[in-house]
């Protein structure tokens, strides 16, 4: 009896499941396919890729450069014991460009400026603004989940390509002027090993992050019900869901790029 109700309520799980899926791609699509659409609403875009790019700036910045100072410290006390220490320059480069980058720019963001999303719109969900906006023969998609999607989209990368560079600002602080290694074999080392697509490959991870944290929380927050309390869940939900969607994604998309690598023909 036991088994069969662990069995039942498994598959009742993940139905649910695929139908939450389901209804967040096609909100998605039917969300994106507003682009093209009039009236324009470009000053919205940019308004929302204000709150989700500029005011992101000051807190990539300070998480960016003790991520470069701790990731180099590490390394170097390992290199150090193998006599390698001319190699942690390249190494927190490619760490931070392909993974640590993109990931960490994407977990601050969801929580910051997607937990905004979902409440915002929670909010106006449970006041009755969107229902209002609804009778006024406002296509709501367009105007409030459409510029937030492709803000994300377009500032990601931007935050992320500041992120790898305060990034190795810090670790050329921590190698160079810290432990004092030669500062020509850290420069030239780098320039070296990494490679443009290695940088494109985490703007183009961080891409997708955008995209992800932008759909679920604002897919949380237009669907809120439950008044003041919904709207918690909501966000507390729509950002767990975000970050473990870009934890998980991550893997995938850095073996989906390894994989184009070998049909390439490009090693590394």
Do not use: W
Not at 40 to 68: K, Y
Not at 70 to 93: C, E, R
């Amino acid at each position: 009896m036991f088994f069969h109700g662990a069995v039942k309520s498994a598959r009742n799980m993940l139905i649910g499941f695929v139908e939450e899926v389901g209804d967040i791609v096609l909100f998605f699509t039917s969300s994106i396919r507003t682009v093209t659409q009039k009236p324009s609403r470009a000053p919205e875009i940019i308004q929302h890729m204000e709150f989700i790019g500029n005011q992101s700036v000051g807190i990539i910045t300070l998480t960016s450069l003790f991520t470069g100072l701790a990731l180099s410290v590490q390394i170097y006390l390992g290199f150090k014991i193998v006599n390698m220490v001319n190699l942690v320059g390249p190494t927190v480069a490619l760490g931070i460009s392909r993974e640590l980058g993109p990931v960490l720019t994407g977990l601050i963001v969801a929580a910051r400026a997607g937990g905004a999303m979902a409440a915002r719109l929670g909010t106006m969900r449970v006041n009755e603004q969107i229902d209002a906006l609804d009778v006024m023969g406002i296509n709501v998609k367009q105007y409030l989940i459409m510029p937030r999607i492709v803000a994300a989209i377009l500032c990601m990368p931007l935050l992320t390509a500041l992120f790898d560079f305060i990034a190795m600002v810090g670790s050329y602080f921590m190698c160079v002027v810290l432990v004092e290694l030669d500062e020509a074999v850290f420069m030239q080392r780098i320039a070296d090993l990494l490679e443009v697509r290695h940088i494109m490959e985490g703007l183009f991870k961080s891409a997708v992050f955008g995209l992800v944290f932008a759909v679920v929380c604002t897919y949380r927050g237009f669907n809120t019900k439950g008044g003041a309390r919904g709207v918690g869940e909501a966000t507390n939900r729509g950002v767990v869901l975000s970050m473990v969607l870009i934890i998980v994604l991550d893997y995938f998309l850095t073996n989906l790029i390894r994989l184009y690598y070998v049909a390439v023909g490009i090693s590394g």
